[in-house]
T-cell receptor, first 113, second 111 residues
Framework: NAGVTQTPKFQVLKTGQSMTLQCAQD?????MSWYRQDPGMGLRLIHY???????DQGEVPNGYNVSRSTTEDFPLRLLSAAPSQTSVYFC????????????FGQGTRLTVV | GEDVEQSLFLSVREGDSSVINCTYT??????LYWYKQEPGAGLQLLTY?????DMKQDQRLTVLLNKKDKHLSLRIADTQTGDSAIYFC???????????FGKGTKLSVIP
C-alpha cells in the first residue's frame, strides 16, 4: 500500500517553462488536494477535487491548473512557471472531508530560476 | 474568514513537557487537528479532536480544546529528541472542503 505518491521529488525550471507535478493515491479516496508550503506561510490550498471529474479552486489557484480524470490521479500543471512559484508542493488525499485523516505525499521541491 | 495562529518556535529540554498553542477564528469548526512534519517529509496526522470534546489523551499526547476562547493546545509529555519537528494546527470549518493550517510551530528538543 503506497499511500500518496508524488513525482518528481525535486525539479528546477526556467521562468516560462511548463510542467506537471504528478500525484497518485491507491486508497480509493474521493477527496484530493494540492497545497504549497512556503517559509513562514504554513500550507495554502491551491486546488482540490471531491471526486473524479470535479475540481475547484482553493486559496491560491492562479498559475495552476488541475484535472481529475480518475479517482487515483490528480496532476497539478504549471502553465508558465514564475519565480514566485518556487515552493514545496504537497498533494493530499482523504476518504472525505471532516472527521477523516488527510494523507500527504512526501512533497515536490520546485525551484523556478 | 478562517484564520489559525500559532507561535513559530518552541525550545524544550529532553524529558520536559512541551506545550504548543493554537488559536482559531472559525467558531463553526467541527474538527481540529495536529499534524507533524519531520525535516524533508510530508505531514503526518498526530491526533484530532471533535469540537464537542474538551480533552483527548493518546499516550504522551494531550489535546486541550477551549471552545469559548477558540484555543487549542498540544501537550507532549517526556519530550524526546525524535519529537523535534514542525507541528501544525489545522481546522475544517462546518461545510468546508478546505483544511486551514496554521503557519506551524518548530519544536526543538535540547538533549
Amino acid at each position: 500500500n503506497a499511500g500518496v505518491t508524488q513525482t518528481p521529488k525535486f525539479q528546477v525550471l526556467k521562468t516560462g517553462q511548463s510542467m506537471t507535478l504528478q500525484c497518485a493515491q491507491d486508497m480509493n479516496h474521493e477527496y484530493m488536494s494540492w497545497y504549497r508550503q512556503d517559509p513562514g506561510m504554513g500550507l495554502r490550498l491551491i486546488h482540490y477535487s471531491v471526486g473524479a471529474g470535479i475540481t475547484d479552486q482553493g486559496e491560491v489557484p492562479n498559475g495552476y491548473n488541475v484535472s481529475r480524470s480518475t479517482t487515483e490521479d490528480f496532476p497539478l500543471r504549471l502553465l508558465s512557471a514564475a519565480p514566485s512559484q518556487t515552493s514545496v508542493y504537497f498533494c493530499a488525499s482523504s476518504y472525505t472531508t471532516g472527521n477523516t485523516e488527510a494523507f500527504f505525499g512526501q512533497g515536490t521541491r520546485l525551484t523556478v530560476v | 474568514g478562517e484564520d489559525v495562529e500559532q507561535s513559530l518556535f518552541l525550545s524544550v529540554r529532553e524529558g520536559d513537557s512541551s506545550v504548543i498553542n493554537c488559536t482559531y477564528t472559525d467558531s463553526s469548526s467541527t474538527y481540529l487537528y495536529w499534524y507533524k512534519q519531520e525535516p524533508g517529509a510530508g505531514l503526518q496526522l498526530l491526533t484530532y479532536i471533535f469540537s464537542n470534546m474538551d480533552m483527548k489523551q493518546d499516550q504522551r499526547l494531550t489535546v486541550l480544546l477551549n471552545k469559548k476562547d477558540k484555543h487549542l493546545s498540544l501537550r507532549i509529555a517526556d519530550t524526546q529528541t525524535g519529537d523535534s519537528a514542525i507541528y501544525f494546527c489545522a481546522e475544517y470549518g462546518a461545510g468546508s472542503y478546505q483544511l486551514t493550517f496554521g503557519k506551524g510551530t518548530k519544536l526543538s528538543v535540547i538533549p
